[in-house]
């Protein structure tokens, strides 16, 4: 199993955090997200990891064994970005990381065991996160519904309550070369325009309008998403207990 970090983005939400580093620096209790991604990996027993890179790319230089650059990262969303790695997406199934999230090892390796072509992580108890995070949690969150047996039925759309929202997806995806070749279908058959804006949750609603199974895999222990300068004292404190 590989793995991908999605780490090319600007996060101008973060403000001064990125002035001087990818998002994927930003540190959390003193460790930087990427580095808390590293170990993650390393204790799950994958070895080949690569990063993609746009924003700042240079400072990425020598943190992974691999770097895939995406040329156009401030142009387009990171679906487009991801395809820069398409060469090991291709080749043997692989795990996709958002730069700007963590989770436990316990969570990556159910996600990595997970069958089927394409999997996802939620957190069916996001509303105490996100309650935390944002005054209103509404405005910062998406429909997710699942069907009975667990796969995923609808995301990425605008929620009008929590009762749309059965958890949150978090930025950590599987897929196999297989489903890997229907994404590159998928997006080979959009106008320039609409595949450059394309971000993740919309490509994976297109899957499942499109009859793609996606499998769910609940988080398993803390995980968080930095987004926000204020998201960076709350998991301080969440990852000292």
């Not at 540190?27 to 746009?54: C, K, M, N, Q, Y």
């Not at 595949?195 to 793609?212: K, Y």
Request: aromatic share 8%; with cysteine; glycine share 10%.
């Amino acid at each position: 199993m590989r793995a991908v970090i999605l780490a090319a983005g600007r996060g101008s939400r973060l403000g001064p955090y990125t002035d001087d580093r990818p998002k994927c620096l930003v540190e959390v209790d003193g460790r930087s997200l990427l580095d808390l991604h590293l170990d993650t990996l390393a204790e799950v027993g994958v070895t080949e990891v690569g990063i993609v890179t746009g924003y700042r790319a240079a400072d990425l230089t020598g943190r992974g064994p691999v770097t895939f650059h995406a040329p156009r990262w401030s142009e387009t969303n990171m679906v487009v970005s991801l395809t820069a790695a398409s060469a090991w997406l291709r080749t043997a199934p692989s795990l996709v990381l958002y730069g700007d999230v963590f989770a436990t090892a316990a969570t990556v390796t159910a996600l990595a065991a997970a069958g089927g072509d394409l999997a996802i992580t939620y957190d069916p108890h996001w509303l105490d996160l996100w309650s935390r995070r944002f005054v209103d949690p509404l405005d910062d969150a998406e429909t997710f519904r699942l069907r009975a047996d667990g796969t995923l039925a609808e995301i990425g759309l605008r929620a009008a309550s929590t009762d749309e929202i059965q958890g949150q997806y978090m930025g950590l995806l599987r897929f196999t070369p297989a489903v890997w070749g229907r994404v590159e279908e998928v997006l080979s058959g959009l106008p320039p325009q609409q595949r450059d804006a394309m971000d993740m949750t919309t490509l994976l609603g297109t899957l499942i309008a499109a009859g793609e199974q996606i499998r769910t895999v609940p988080r398993i222990g803390p995980w968080g998403e930095v987004d926000h300068p204020d998201d960076v004292a709350l998991y301080a404190r969440q990852r000292q207990g």
